[in-house]
């Protein structure tokens, strides 16, 4: 299988626990290249990942390569893989602000940045079900119909994306986002991005990058 896939997830891993976006053992990477899914294993801290750990599964979740065992999580990364075919990217992380934010069962439902808005939209709160079970995966496959960051009650966060990357800066926006609401809130609250040019802003970023889902 590819080993530079493998190797770019072990790099967001990396990524991920260095900028304080996840803890060692939290979370899950995954990407879906040629009808398969290269899938953290379980078990291994994301900042000790080497490349020869990377999963290698199908959609029924069987190991094609690879020596552990899949994220017990996967069964969410399947079913977003099979509902949305934009999606090639999927992270599962637990950064501190955003997971606060799960916590308190608080989604971010108003447009108040611009960066934000574009590559979030709204960010719904998913109810508390238990970590891998059939009940979570669900929920998240409804969400990320209409989503392309979601809020798991105390639990985390998922972002998705066309790319790793593109998932890897959903995340980091989103903890971004997630400061600046409780600055915001801390001096009178956060003022929202008025409708009108609010659609301004979305056609713009549409004529700059080709169509994005919002």
């Given at each position: ?7 770019e ?44 750990e ?7 979740g ?65 109810p ?7 009940e979570?995966?669900?929920?998240v ?18 972002t ?55």
């Amino acid at each position: 299988m590819k080993r530079k896939i493998k190797e770019e997830i072990v790099s967001v891993g990396k990524r991920l626990y260095e900028r304080r976006l996840n803890g060692g053992y939290g979370g899950n990477i995954s990407v879906l290249d040629e009808g398969v899914i290269y899938i953290t294993p379980s078990g291994v801290p994301k900042d000790e990942l080497d490349y020869s750990e990377i999963i290698v599964m199908d959609f029924k979740g069987n190991v094609i390569e690879g020596q552990g065992k899949p994220s017990s999580e996967m069964l969410f990364h399947i079913l977003l893989y099979k509902e949305r075919a934009d999606i090639k990217a999927i992270i599962h992380a637990h950064p501190p602000l955003a997971t606060g934010f799960a916590i308190a069962r608080h989604p971010i439902t108003e447009a108040v940045h611009e960066e934000a808005a574009v590559l979030l939209g709204k960010v719904p709160v998913l109810p508390y079900e238990v970590t891998s079970s059939k009940e979570l995966a669900k929920n998240v496959s409804e969400a990320f119909k209409n989503a392309n960051a979601v809020l798991l009650a105390n639990h985390g966060v998922i972002t998705v994306g066309e790319t790793l990357e593109k998932a890897f800066r959903r995340m980091e926006e989103l903890e971004n986002l997630c400061e600046m609401l409780l600055v915001a809130d801390a001096l009178g609250g956060a003022k929202k991005i008025p409708l009108k040019k609010l659609l301004k802003l979305f056609e713009l970023m549409r004529v700059r990058e080709g169509k994005i889902k919002i």
